[in-house]
């Protein structure tokens, strides 16, 4: 089955851990963020989110876990999922996105699957779940 949805941030926040003492050429931080679904996708999330990335240049890598808690397709109740992909900053490579397996509860207890984010050219954000429910 496809569900699909838009989300936006409501919160984006540099979280207070040391940096890597290895530098590299692209800064390393981590943050927390809180999202909201509607659509097919409808609910909350939050995440814990990891990059190293050179925002004046819009280059880098982001990995993000994300406790997701509402409906898919109308079957409520939460789960994680992860996600992550690379950008030069002007493209979206190596996008990937799991559920995580043995994670979900209430009606979504058995949720598998894949799924994807894109970013619309007015800023929209969307997302959709490629799931099976056992």
Do not use: C
Request: aromatic share 10%; no cysteine.
């Amino acid at each position: 089955m496809r569900a699909t949805g838009t989300f936006e941030v409501a919160d984006f926040t540099a979280a207070p851990v040391p940096g890597p003492e290895i530098k590299t050429g692209l800064p390393v931080g981590v943050a927390t963020m809180r999202k909201a679904f509607t659509g097919e996708i409808e609910g909350r999330a939050e995440t814990l989110f990891t990059a190293a990335f050179d925002p004046a240049s819009g280059t880098g890598t982001y990995v993000a876990m994300e406790s997701f808690e509402g409906s898919v397709g109308g079957k409520a109740g939460a789960f994680n999922f992860a996600h992550s992909a690379t950008t030069t900053g002007t493209d979206r490579q190596a996008p990937f996105l799991t559920i995580v397996p043995a994670s979900g509860t209430g009606d979504l207890t058995g949720i598998r699957g894949t799924g994807g984010l894109t970013v619309d050219e007015d800023g929209t954000h969307r997302i959709w779940f490629d799931y099976e429910l056992s």
